[in-house]
């Protein structure tokens, strides 16, 4: 399967930015997907995840009301819709696709990862 992550940019504190995620190679409707991101200094972090179903989504805490994780079947893509950006939201952002839902936060699961967006919050 292969990813490729876009959206990711410059921004103010406070703005908004979207992530997307385009996958091709396998089923898309079969896939639970998430993603990651990377501060500087620090090892990749679970953000959000989506099941196939697209009825269950995950979040760390400190996300959590201000990022969306979404799906479009069709486009084969996955979303991070992300707003009200902080300094401390700075980070290359991946999507990958998990072995399964119950591993969905656990990095060590993921079968494949995109290229990684850089998004970069300013005070």
């Known amino acids: 399967v292969q990813l490729q992550a876009s959206g990711g940019g410059l921004v103010q504190a406070g703005g908004s930015l979207r992530l997307s995620c385009a996958v091709s190679g396998r089923t898309f409707s079969e896939l639970t997907l998430g993603w990651f991101r990377r501060a500087p200094g620090k090892e990749r972090a679970f953000v959000a995840g989506?099941?196939?179903?697209?009825?269950?989504?995950i979040y760390r805490d400190s996300v959590k009301g201000r990022f969306t994780i979404s799906r479009d079947n069709a486009k084969n893509t996955v979303y991070l819709q992300m707003n009200d950006l902080k300094p401390e939201d700075t980070a290359i952002y991946y999507c990958?696709?998990?072995?399964?839902?119950?591993?969905?936060?656990?990095?060590?699961?993921?079968?494949?990862w995109g290229q990684g967006t850089l998004v970069t919050v300013s005070s």
């Open positions: 990958g696709v998990a072995q399964e839902w119950r591993l969905v936060k656990i990095l060590s699961k993921y079968k494949s």
């Open positions: 989506i099941d196939e179903s697209d009825t269950l989504t």
